[in-house]
């Protein structure tokens, strides 16, 4: 019968039980876990000069020649990776569907404690309680906070990678790893002959105490993991589409290294012509041609400009109601989910209170939209600043974003850093709609644009829009 797998990792952290796992997995009659091979300190374990007939700098150089050695090597082979080993191998692993998944975990209050006193004591490996080496770790919550972090942030990246590709791991806990029931489930899985009779000798439990007897101030322990909010009650959901970064949108001047990276509606067409003081504009570039254009500007600057979330839902509907090539989503909008609009070829209301009235509706539309609740797509003239930033990021991120009641001083500020004399920036008139916002906004419109983009509200500090 064909193995099912033809290699395997174990995906662990520091003070998981990792030692005591892999030695168990040692035991299994053609199995072979190679300690941490991609660990950038080491290669495999402390003290040796190479692995499979290759040094550190060999794997260095080449990692993926290790990973074909030990997927090659007699028997089932594997090895133990850590958030913190080389990454260029674990897209390649996590793509791997013959590649067997081993996820071993531990209570990361009991990881980071273990971690603190192994460091305070110089001890990683017991293999005799009599040469036990004592201390009380110093819990910090600063530490901790980034510990945990910094564990979940890698979990979800194999749980992502995993489910992505239609996989699934073996999950084992750190107690779980001592029982011989689990163990031999977990050689079963991974399709290897014979099983566990006994655990392996020589290695033993550092600090079996209750947690709070291995912290010298457990009360304040205790507090500091009160105020972390375990169920990330006060996170935000976002369920938004993901952009990608627009480089063609993108606008350089061509004697100045200078940037913008628009979020449409804006004040572009000032700021275009502000660009266009510096020798003229380029734009309608790739990628490949906006690297071209960084490299033969050095000492360049990017900029893109923030502007309060319900002056953009209020532009975005002008625009909505302005352009023609708008009738089927105007259709949609004003059949399927009861907007409002005028019918088509009949001017926008002019009356303040109906006018008022369509951008509220508009913003409740906004709220399911943005949510992925509704069957059209997320236009870009109304996605969240959230978002377009974290699209521009896939490729890179602004110098400086400038929030849109502060261009005049910060675009200043922009070009001093460059050591350039800028043109005046012209009168910009933030709101260009036929029906200005300031004659009609109210707390309702105000409320709905908070539960519209409430990850823009949170993340950019708005507060109300105020004329």
């Known amino acids: 019968m064909a193995r099912p797998f033809d290699s395997f990792v174990i995906f662990a952290e520091m003070r998981t039980g990792s030692n005591l796992l892999e030695a ?3 035991a299994l009659t053609g199995v072979t876990c190679h300690g941490e091979a991609f ?12 692995l499979l007939g290759m040094t550190m700098a060999e794997r260095d ?4 020649a290790l990973l074909a050695r030990i997927r090659k090597a007699p028997g089932l082979n594997g090895f133990r990776y850590f958030h913190d080993h080389d990454p260029r191998i674990l897209q390649k692993l996590l793509n791997d569907k013959r590649c067997a998944k081993i996820i071993l975990t531990r209570n990361p209050v ?3 404690v273990s971690l603190k006193i192994a460091r305070a004591t110089g001890q990683w490996k017991l293999g005799d309680a009599r040469h036990r080496k004592e201390a009380l770790a110093e819990f910090d919550a600063a530490e901790f906070e980034a510990h945990l972090d910094q564990l979940q942030s890698f979990q979800k990246v ?3 990678g995993m489910q992505s590709t239609g996989q699934t791991g073996f999950y084992i806990d750190y107690e779980d790893a001592r029982d011989l029931a689990v163990l031999n489930g977990l050689a079963e899985w991974l399709g290897a002959e014979g099983r566990i009779d006994a655990l392996p000798e020589g290695l033993v439990p550092q600090n079996p105490e209750a947690l709070d007897r291995k912290v010298a101030d457990p009360a304040a322990m205790e507090r500091s993991l009160a105020r972390l909010d375990r169920f990330n009650l006060s996170r935000t959901p976002n369920f938004e589409p993901r952009r990608g ?9 061509r004697a100045a290294g200078l940037l913008y990276m628009p979020m449409k509606p804006g004040a572009d067409a000032g700021l275009r012509d502000w660009l266009a003081g510096f020798g003229g504009l380029e734009e309608g570039f790739s990628q490949k041609t906006l690297r071209q254009w960084k490299k033969t500007h050095p000492g360049h600057r990017s900029f893109t400009v923030l502007r309060h979330p319900l002056m953009r839902a209020h532009h975005a509907l002008a625009l909505l109601l302005e352009r023609d090539w708008q009738a089927d989503l105007r259709a949609v909008l004003r059949d399927r989910y009861k907007l409002p609009l005028p019918p088509e070829g009949k001017p926008a209301p002019k009356d303040l209170a109906d006018y008022a009235a369509l951008l509220l509706a508009f913003l409740r539309f906004l709220k399911a939209n943005l949510a992925d609740q509704t069957s059209l797509k997320v236009e870009p003239v109304w996605a969240s600043q959230t978002a377009l930033l974290q699209g521009f990021a896939q490729f890179a991120l602004p110098d400086l974003i400038i929030r849109e009641d502060r261009l005049t001083e910060d675009l200043a500020y ?4 460059i050591g350039i004399e ?4 012209p009168a910009l008139d933030p709101d260009t709609a036929a029906v200005p916002l300031a004659q009609m906004v109210t707390e309702e419109m105000q409320a709905a644009a908070r539960d519209a983009y409430a990850r823009d509200f949170m993340l950019f500090g708005f507060e109300d829009w105020r004329p």
Do not use: C, Q, W
Request: proline share 14%; hydrophobic share 40%.
């Open 61 to 64: 150089a080449d990692p993926m």
């Open 422 to 425: 800028a043109p005046s920036l």
């Open 110 to 112: 009991e990881s980071y």
């Open 24 to 26: 168990s997995v040692n």
């Open 39 to 50: 660990n950038p300190a080491l290669i495999g374990y402390p003290k040796r000069s190479e």
């Open 414 to 417: 922009l070009t001093r850093t």
């Open 245 to 253: 970064p627009n480089v063609p949108g993108f606008v350089a001047a």
């Open 158 to 160: 194999l749980m992502h």
